[in-house]
């Protein structure tokens, strides 16, 4: 089959010459007679109809020491070689030692003759030769949405390699050496996931992820006391999942309470206190916000729930590894854990589910009875491995990082709002998590300023919901107006945010937002001092 | 002595990071565990934290050439020579 080789043309020397290259293992092997290379290099001849002879290669020389085989191009690559003539032919002797030291130094993997295509062949056809190897590749945004998803710490691959190579053993297989290994890095990891938060490792169940540890959470507890409580407890800025899940529930004959939150986010614990029914099995209140990153009173929470008797669930799934969590102070009977969030795998979360007083919960998931029968199925080990890991370096972190997501939080906010008026920011600012910011700037529109943004990776809501064209739920919630909740972007800062990043996107924030608000007809009646709620707009 | 060599072998290491936001993030926190522990007196604990800078380094080492061989692009600062839009 045709091998093709791969064309790097190289600016070397002053006369800004380009090199054609391509490696060729041994001479022996591959004899550098033109018809050979020809075939290789796919130079066909030119379509005109008198030509009777294929047209001639370049001349070429090759370097004895490396292999490399090379083309001088004195000519635009993208016309393709019928003209070269003898006169170019260069003395290789005296270029040959210069050019063979400095090309070592900035040639990319070279292309061997006797491997197949793995190295992103191009056609060796002058007409789609790239350029000098640095410039012209797509550059990538920068990260600044963590709470969609985290990139996994180099610590935690490094956990996990082993168990995706040469540990594969399932857990679950008791009779040998394979399954023993891998049952041990399971609790191991069960270990590593329950000190983080307080916890003994029996009452940790891996899941697939927070969303199937939420759906066991609501749907386990509920059905499981079914007969005796039909009440249910949640807020109005819950996860998707969490929602979805009570509604469901509702179609089984369930009652649902739906608080509603106050404009800084957080619960009122009076009206939290009013809503609990002598028939209420759960609360569920998420501990962070992935939206605008309030930190719910969880503590008092917990108190009031386990002084009327009635189990709470968290959702802690941006709050786990970033602030400190303990199950016991805080009295939380069930705690969703997700592994992306918190720089691990994603595929895999855990659930922790109370001992004593122990929580019963009916399985979802019914199968061979893996993980105390709660969650049936083979546990992905690598995946927990790379959890457990994700865990104990979070622990290790949390301070340092902690420290340092707030002054990067602090110099975005300062930043952005002094140098722009009318920005918003959603959420109480002193519950809350500097991770996550989320901002409204007035007379913008959000996918307007998200678009504009497109060497940021950032989004306006929560990934779920960000399909739809409707305002977020979370911000509809907290009572923000209809406009700006149409403006709200969502900043996250993580472990790995740098200060550059942060300094960037506050620079092109800014530099977009002046540009758009240039444009809006409401920011020039807004100068001009009309107040935009007394207008009655008219259909034509 | 070992605990210095342990330390120049990771900050050197350190800089073979292709992807920019890990490479920053070694920089910053290499440095910054090294001068907290700096005034640490207690042989057994220095003992402890430079089995630890080692196991690490190891860490950091396998995961450098890991990144390299899946690198991609860069990210757009890394680049700021270039015009921009």
Known sequence: MPLRAPVQTVTFGQKGLHLLWLHVPSKRLCPLEPSFLRYHLNINSTPSAGTLSPSPLPPFTACQVSGVVFFPLRFDPSIPYTYLTSSQIFPSALWMPCVHSCLRSYLATPFHFLSVGDHAPQSAVPADTAAAPEAGPVLRPLYMDVQATTPLDPRVLDAMLPYLINYYGNPHSRTHAYGWESEAAMERARQQVASLIGADPREIIFTSGATESNNIAIKGVARFYRLRKKHLITTQTEHKCVLDSCRSLEAEGFQVTYLPVQKSGIIDLKELEAAIQPDTSLVSVMTVNNEIGVKQPIAEIGRICSSRKVYFHTDAAQAVGKIPLDVNDMKIDLMSISGHKIYGPKGVGAIYIRRRPRVRVEALQSGGGQERGMRSGTVPTPLVVGLGAACEVAQQEMEYDHKRISKLSERLIQNIMKSLPDVVMNGDPEHHYPGCINLSFAYVEGESLLMALKDVALSSGSACTSASLEPSYVLRAIGTDEDLAHSSIRFGIGRFTTEEEVDYTVEKCIQHVKRLREMSPLWEMVQDGIDLKSIKWTQH | ?85
């Open chain 2, 1 to 85: 002595n070992s605990f210095e060599s342990v330390a120049s072998d990771t900050l050197t290491l350190f800089l073979f990071f292709p992807l920019n936001s890990f490479r920053t993030y070694a920089v910053r926190r290499i440095r910054d565990a090294f001068r907290e522990n700096k005034n640490v007196k207690d042989p057994v604990e220095i003992q402890t934290l430079v089995n630890k800078a080692k196991r690490d380094l190891g860490i950091i080492r396998r995961q450098v050439h890991i990144g390299q061989l899946y690198s991609t692009d860069k990210l757009i600062i890394e680049n700021r020579d270039m015009p921009r839009t």
